[in-house]
């Protein structure tokens, strides 16, 4: 765009500009001066030359997953195979047969674990800015490898290249940047205060590595939920062993070279982050394991309770995110210029990933004034919306779930809700072995239906028309599921209503006109309730990856002022009577309320000393 073409400047100022630069002052500079001048203009270039050269990503490759020669479509997908141990990998779009893999056992899990412990032993030794050159090379691959991510998660989990390129590239790429810029300050010796009593200490928090940490993640997003915990737990200093999920273990060791191929570009071990894939079967025996430090599990609340039951026997700690049924509320006071925004942030809050989104949308709660505008205007567009890997809507990632969300719908109807667009499996004429479910709208569903309760993690909008506009009502409809994971609350920035929600949302993460904003921040992620506990992402997340070693010094040590034990308080103790009001004297001068209490305290230490 030409300058007068810009927007912004027009003409008559960037004359005005151009004409203040010529008419300046010539700056005129003492030439004793200019010694020093130099000198520090060449410090500085040398600085950059050397340490900014350094810090720059280094490209590198990997190979690509490999693909059949010849496309196979399998009649009835599944991920087993009769009379075999090996997963079948296939694609959820169009049934397309990817390739075998053969499950990890006991003994492999055993090996993975050692390798890590001896890779995780050097890397401790590592600094913050060597981490961050691996993660900036990281960054760098995947920015210039977007399309083959893409295209790779979309063909293991059915998804389309656009929700693809928000889910897995888009929120990658923003935890890796916010870990180099931010995360060694979070992991930093932070200080603590002191008190009165304890003055001469020096009080500091460190964040040592805990060794090697496991991750056990979800299908939904298959590079994502994968790399996510690899950055976060080599920039703590710990190995990495991630066991990817059995419906996407096709693409889990393509994805997890590419943390390897980074960590190998700037001279390191690539046993730091190791993958397993095996049968739930044999997943206690990782769950379990004594040499693991930390388990973050990304998953359902059944398959938790397994999970941290065999992890208790290790007493391995869990971090747990179990999904949710998130509501997103919208106010009467969402002004009308406002309004196709918030539909758009709705539609996609609900379809992305075809739904399959811990974070996605399931209720729809809206003041009862603009409810019917709100379903009018929602109706065509969801009608409209197209299924298959390159519309609007792809696939979900096994046809497993279709029987159950039929059910849950069928039996809203029954019980008063008003079906208005899908409702059912759909059959896809070009892709017929692939899992699609028709977009659906549901609304009047109110908070006894179990399509109200249950997450669906399908492409299912409901809506629920509050009982009024008051908070306790709204909060009463938002409040009534057992999961606790985020929201999102619609209105004027001037209703006093939108803060009181806020406040009085039971889950771990709200978004304030807007949808799922949180994660794209890194503020810390997970939930409360049937949504699991703990929190990954953000200085919390990275803590948690972290053994918080409390340090308590001596401030003053060099001049001999250490803790020393009062004679009345001496082993053995020559006077018991004496003996506790000298120790009363001293809470009360270290913790008295008045100056009286204080002073008494003080006489109290002299009279029993």
Excluded at 80 to 108: E, H
Excluded at 327 to 346: G, H, N, Q, Y
């Amino acid at each position: 765009m030409s300058t007068t073409e810009t927007p912004m400047l027009d003409r008559s100022l960037l004359l005005q500009l151009q004409d203040a630069i010529e008419n300046m002052s010539p700056i005129t500079i003492p030439r004793f001066l200019w010694p020093i001048l130099w000198t520090g203009l060449g410090a500085l270039a040398l600085w950059f030359m050397v340490f900014r050269e350094n810090d720059q990503p280094i490209r590198y490759k990997i190979p690509s997953p490999k693909e059949p020669e010849k496309v196979e479509i399998l009649q009835s997908p599944s991920i087993k195979v009769p009379g075999s141990s090996a997963i079948q990998c296939y694609s959820p779009a169009d049934g397309r047969f990817l390739g075998l893999v053969n499950p990890a056992t006991p003994n492999a899990i055993d090996r993975a674990i050692e390798q890590a412990h001896a890779a995780q032993a050097e890397w401790a030794k590592t600094s913050f800015r060597a981490r961050r050159h691996v993660l900036r090379s990281i960054l760098q691959y995947v920015l210039d490898n977007q399309e083959e991510i893409c295209r790779v998660a979309c063909l293991d989990s059915g998804k389309t290249l656009v929700d693809a390129q928000l889910g897995e590239i888009l929120v990658t790429a923003e935890k890796l940047e916010w870990t180099i810029k931010h995360g060694e300050k979070a992991l930093r010796p932070s200080r603590r205060p002191t008190n009165l009593l304890m003055a001469y200490k020096r009080n500091t928090v460190h964040y040592e590595p805990l060794g090697v940490v496991a991750a056990l993640v979800s299908w939904n997003y298959p590079f994502h939920n994968l790399i996510g915990p690899i950055i976060s737990a080599i920039f703590a200093a710990n190995a990495v062993l991630i066991k990817g999920s059995e419906q996407t273990a096709w693409s889990s060791i393509y994805f997890a070279n590419i943390a390897r191929g980074a960590l190998v570009a700037h001279g390191h071990s690539p046993a730091l982050v190791q993958t397993v894939v095996c049968w739930p079967q044999t997943a206690s025996h990782l769950t379990s394991h004594p040499g693991i430090n930390h388990i973050t599990f990304i998953g359902s609340k059944p398959v938790c309770h397994k999970v941290a039951s065999s992890a208790a026997k290790a007493l391995i700690p869990v971090v747990a995110e179990l999904g949710g049924k998130d509501a997103s509320i919208i106010l009467s006071s969402v002004s009308k210029r406002d309004l196709p925004r918030v539909v758009e942030t709705l539609l996609r809050g609900s379809f992305q990933a075809s739904g399959q989104n811990c974070i996605g949308i399931e209720r729809i709660i809206v003041a009862p004034s603009i409810y019917e505008k709100l379903v009018s205007i929602l109706e065509p567009r969801v009608r409209a919306l197209q299924l298959g890997p390159d519309a609007d809507v792809g696939a979900m990632i096994s046809s497993d779930s279709f029987n159950r969300l039929e059910q849950l719908i069928a039996d809203a109807v029954r019980d008063g809700a008003r079906l208005l667009a899908g409702g059912k499996r759909y059959n896809h004429p070009d892709y017929p072995s692939g899992h699609y479910f028709s977009p659906t709208l549901l609304v009047d569903v109110t908070p006894e239906m179990a399509i109200a309760k249950e997450e669906c993690f399908a492409p299912i909008m409901t809506l629920m028309r509050a009982p009024s506009d008051a908070v306790l009502d709204i909060l009463a409809v938002a409040n009534a599921s057992e999961y606790g994971l985020g929201s999102s609350v619609f209105g004027s920035e001037s209703d006093p209503r939108l803060q009181e929600i806020v406040k009085g949302l039971k889950v771990g993460m709200v978004a304030v006109n807007d949808f799922a904003a949180m994660y794209a921040v890194q503020l810390p992620f997970g939930g409360i309730r049937g949504s699991g506990y703990g929190r990954f992402a953000g200085e919390e997340g990275l803590r948690g990856l972290c053994n918080l070693k409390s340090v308590c010094e001596d401030r003053f040590g060099w001049l001999g002022v250490r803790t020393a034990i009062p004679r009345p308080l001496q082993y053995p103790v020559p006077n018991q009577p004496k003996s506790w009001r000298f120790a009363k004297g001293v809470v009360e001068v270290g913790y008295g309320t008045t100056l009286k209490r204080k002073v008494g305290g003080v006489l109290g230490i002299l009279r029993n000393s």
